[in-house]
């Protein structure tokens, strides 16, 4: 009996859990689908510190994020998202040497589905900022000299710099851009003026990205540092009330949670709109906001318009497909869900592709008990390899082998994601269960 208990909640939480609550209404990704050739994709890796004065190493992280953001801009190119790449470095463990590294630059490349790997170094000696940029091209290995890049200055014009660099990167590129794409870009990389905030706002990022209680409260913290430096930063702003978006959504999950967390959200969204309404990353973080106050066409909408401003984000286009199925599970199938993704011009080699996709073959259950689950086991078990410490591939595969009934399996990928993730709450339920081990000893 409690072993079919823990099945039905394992099965309740496997269909729900991967959607968004809410929306009902079925929406055409063709509308949203770019019409020109594929998107050229590519990857800039963090920048390597030469003259290694740990005080400046958060500009290593500032040339990728920016330089991401900003290129991001121009819909013809695909951009690997740097929540992505942070997950990814740190799975296949390298280390800061490695980043920049051009001889391995082709291998990372493959891993994660780019074309181009930008890797560059910068040296920072009191005022003065020297930056190198080179292009891999990660199917030949090869370096092309032409397209070499070197900008030079003072480091009070950071952001000026940066903004010269990726305009020269898309000259090297011979990639096509708009005037608008340009000035969006320009807008993006300039989003303050004070090289400290823009520190507390990396840094931020950083502790955002690990996704842990403890993080986000050093998160919450920095963003409020990043605003006190420059009370007109809307990407702080962004921050902040994501933060607080991430804890009222799951109050049980981020122990730090409080009760006015959803005001505090609101009202940083709409300072960041008011700032800056261009900003993807802010009408993402809106939508989210929306639906959970159960404000689903708003959500849609806002999510629409994040996906209008940035048609090559892998993470908007998953979170767009996934408002567009949440109430529609018999809609939620692995071909629908493919055919979507090839309309919006997904990178199906992306791991985060990969996870979202194989779990579409576990959702297919709920219409057919015998359904197959073995294609999205294969899609999990390959986005494991490249995700290595991200706990909800185990714990998905898990679902699956408990679905199957296979519960000593099930068993093991809990242990490994307790492992990853000792603290998840939801975890701690299901690996007490006696059904996930021949032996109830075994449960916690």
Excluded: C
Excluded at 69 to 76: D, F, K, V, Y
Excluded at 175 to 194: D, H, P, R
């Amino acid at each position: 009996m409690k072993q079919n208990i823990y099945f039905f909640f394992l099965l309740f939480f496997l269909l729900h859990g991967i959607f968004w609550i809410g929306q009902g209404r079925i929406y055409d990704a063709s509308t949203l689908a770019q019409t020109s050739t594929n998107p050229l994709r590519i990857v800039v890796l963090p920048f390597k510190n030469i003259t290694q004065n740990p005080q400046d190493n958060w500009l290593s992280e500032s040339f990728s994020e920016n330089l991401t953001m900003g290129l991001a801009q121009l819909h013809s190119l695909r951009v690997l998202e740097r929540s992505q790449l942070q997950n990814l470095l740190q799975e296949q463990a390298l280390s800061q040497t490695l980043h920049a590294d051009e001889k391995t630059a082709p291998q990372l490349g493959k891993v994660i589905g780019a074309q181009i790997v930008v890797i560059g170094n910068f040296q920072k000696i009191e005022d003065h900022l020297l930056i190198n940029v080179k292009l891999v091209n990660v199917e030949t290995g090869e370096i092309n000299t032409a397209t070499l890049t070197q900008i030079k200055g003072s480091f009070k014009q950071l952001f000026e710099l940066q903004e010269q660099l990726a305009q020269q990167l898309i000259q090297k590129l011979q990639v096509i851009e708009t005037q608008q794409e340009l000035e969006n870009l320009s807008g993006v990389m300039k989003s303050t003026a004070s090289p400290k905030a823009h520190e507390f706002y990396i840094k931020g990022k950083e502790m955002l990205y690990r996704g842990t209680d403890t993080h986000l409260q050093e998160a919450l913290k920095l963003f409020k540092q990043a605003i006190e430096e420059d009370p007109k930063y809307p990407l702080a702003y962004t921050g902040l009330a994501e933060v607080y978006t991430i804890r009222f959504r799951n109050p049980s999950t981020f122990l730090s949670s409080q009760s006015d967390d959803r005001e505090h959200a609101e009202k940083n969204i709409q300072k960041a709109m008011e700032l800056n309404p261009y900003l993807p990353q802010t009408y993402r973080v809106q939508a989210l906001i929306y639906h959970a106050k159960k404000e689903h066409e708003l959500a849609f909408k806002a999510m629409q318009k994040a996906l209008e401003l940035s048609p090559n984000s892998t993470e908007i286009i998953l979170d767009y497909i996934g408002f567009k199925y949440e109430k529609q599970l018999h809609m939620f199938t692995s071909e629908n869900i493919k055919k979507d993704l090839e309309q919006l011009k997904a990178n199906f080699d992306d791991p985060w592709v990969k996870f979202f996709l194989g779990s579409t073959y576990f959702a297919q259950i709920a219409n057919d008990l015998n359904a197959d689950l073995t294609p999205g086991i294969e899609l999990m078990l390959e986005a494991r390899e490249q995700l290595k410490n991200y706990p909800f591939i185990p714990f998905n595969l898990a679902l699956a082998y408990t679905l199957r009934r296979d519960f000593e399996k099930a068993r093991t990928f809990l242990d490994e994601t307790l492992a990853i993730d000792p603290e998840n709450y939801i975890i701690l339920f299901m690996v007490s269960g006696p059904m996930l081990g021949s032996d109830p000893n075994k449960a916690l």
